[in-house]
């Protein structure tokens, strides 16, 4: 469900489905139980109501905020992690500019095919939930094969294969790094503290009364607004592949790298 709404809607309808929707959920909902309770419109359990939502209130904030600064965490981690990776790769393209030509031109070739395998395959794939661990391991395994057949003939050169090896090493570890974050999601029981929680504190406003029905649905919709646009922040960082907001290839095609880009 999360997975298709992030990769159906653009934020903006986003904002009105989940914001919008859970703010009329809880004016009709306090409406429809003031209307069947009337006695809730005197006020006289405001009190016992405030002592509620203080308690679940404090308790609910703390595990949302926690809960979004992990998921914005794990947000600003992939970026690094998908930019770690194509710094690797233009690392590895300018190391080996100091090889013979037919070596240099076999591996910048190879490391070309391996990085339009990761944005035109496998980033469609992250974006839909379904990531494929073993689309680009085939040109990978490539640039290890050419660089084990090549044995560097001067210091320079060696000292340019030892850094484009252990570069290459860094791509391995960053691309497995990726496809894990691409498929994890929050924790099943975070989700229920998390959804659970709005539906209870909703509830609790619902049994705020006042005899102005004003005053009541300013306070039912001001507090229905701010958890709606809590959880959208829940929804559109936990899956960083996904929606509007989510990981882009474009480092793969900047710098150095955009040169496989322009065939």
């Known amino acids: 469900m999360q997975l298709w709404l992030l990769n159906s809607f653009s934020t903006p309808v986003l904002v009105a489905i989940v914001v919008g929707g859970l703010t009329a959920l809880a004016l009709a909902g306090a409406l429809l139980l003031h209307r069947r309770f009337p006695s809730l419109e005197t006020g ?3 009190d016992a109501v405030g002592m509620l939502l203080g308690v679940f209130g404090a308790i609910y904030g703390i595990v949302l905020a926690f809960v979004i600064v992990t998921l914005w965490t794990q947000l600003e981690t ?7 990776e194509a710094t690797d790769v233009a690392q590895i393209v300018r190391d080996v500019r100091a090889f013979p030509p037919d070596r240099r031109d076999r591996i910048v070739a190879d490391l070309d ?3 339009h395998t990761v944005v035109e395959y496998q980033w469609p794939r992250m ?18 094969a050419d660089l084990q057949a090549y044995e560097p003939r001067t210091a320079a ?3 340019f294969y030892e850094k484009a090896l252990d570069g290459l090493d860094d791509i391995a570890a960053q691309r497995r790094a990726r ?8 924790p099943l029981l975070f989700q229920v503290l ?3 929680g709005a539906l209870v504190v909703l509830a609790i406003i619902c049994l705020f009364g ?7 649905i300013l306070f039912v919709g001001s507090v229905a607004v701010l958890i709606g646009f809590s959880l959208l922040l829940v929804i559109v960082l936990d899956l960083p592949f996904s929606g509007d907001l989510s990981v882009d290839p474009d480092p793969y095609r900047e710098g150095v790298l955009a040169a496989f880009w322009r065939k």
């Not at 992939?78 to 770690?84: D, G, K, M, S």
């Not at 496809?179 to 994890?184: E, H």
């Open 113 to 115: 095919a391996y990085v």
């Open 194 to 196: 998390v959804f659970g």
């Open 157 to 159: 050169q060696q000292a």
């Open 44 to 46: 006289k359990y405001n």
């Open 210 to 216: 006042n005899r102005r029905k004003s005053v009541q």
């Open 78 to 84: 992939t970026e690094t992690v998908v930019a770690t």
């Open 179 to 186: 496809l894990r974050q691409s498929s994890q999601q929050l």
């Open 127 to 144: 974006r839909e939930g379904r990531a494929d661990h073993t689309a680009a391991t085939p040109r990978l395994d490539r640039v290890y």
